[in-house]
């Protein structure tokens, strides 16, 4: 949040812009920062309207008239996005998986993770590439994951950034093979 202008931050680097992808792309990667995400958007809604509209390709038109309901449906976006990963986060503690037992100071972790599995798993040989789930990978490999990847993936596919949206679904679809069958 360097770039937000909050208090105790230098309002000479103050950039809402940045700021918010960057919280938004640490939502992704599983940093729990919902409801400053949300509050943080309210409060600099005229700059960050615009690009949400524009990157949600939402139809509707910003101005004076909308404000409530743009800011009504990135609350509701934001919600959605907390809901679904309590319950993907529920469901890898349900069934005992490593993502489960990462508490919110550890949760940064998941993010370094799917990064690694981006950039450097998917190149490996099939059995680095084994040994790198078993050993290297647990705190992604369940629904907190997945979520994660899905979030990656929706943002890659409304920039057009058609290799990142390559890389996320064979991920998930990886992941998703290992919780059906562990890959034995």
Avoid at 71 to 90: P, R, V, W
Avoid at 100 to 115: A, P, R, V
């Amino acid at each position: 949040m360097l770039y937000s202008g909050n208090e105790g931050r230098p309002q000479e680097l103050k950039n809402p812009e940045k700021a918010y992808n960057w919280l938004m792309k640490g939502i992704f990667s599983g940093c729990t920062m919902f409801d400053e995400a949300m509050e943080y958007f309210k409060t600099n809604y005229a700059i960050l309207a615009p690009i949400y509209v524009g990157g949600k390709k939402l139809p509707i038109e910003v101005k004076s008239e909308t404000e409530n309901d743009i800011k009504n449906m990135h609350d509701a976006y934001i919600k959605e996005m907390k809901t679904t990963f309590s319950t993907a986060l529920g469901k890898d503690r349900m069934y005992h998986r490593p993502c489960g037992f990462l508490n919110d100071q550890q949760i940064w972790m998941l993010g370094i993770q799917i990064e690694f599995m981006l950039t450097n798993v998917l190149r490996f040989s099939h059995q680095d590439f084994l040994k790198s789930l078993k050993i290297d990978l647990g705190p992604i490999l369940g629904d907190t994951g997945i979520w994660s990847l899905k979030c990656i993936q929706e943002q890659a596919k409304e920039q057009g950034d058609k290799e990142l949206k390559k890389k996320t679904q064979v991920a998930i679809e990886m992941i998703e093979k290992y919780l059906e069958t562990s890959l034995g």
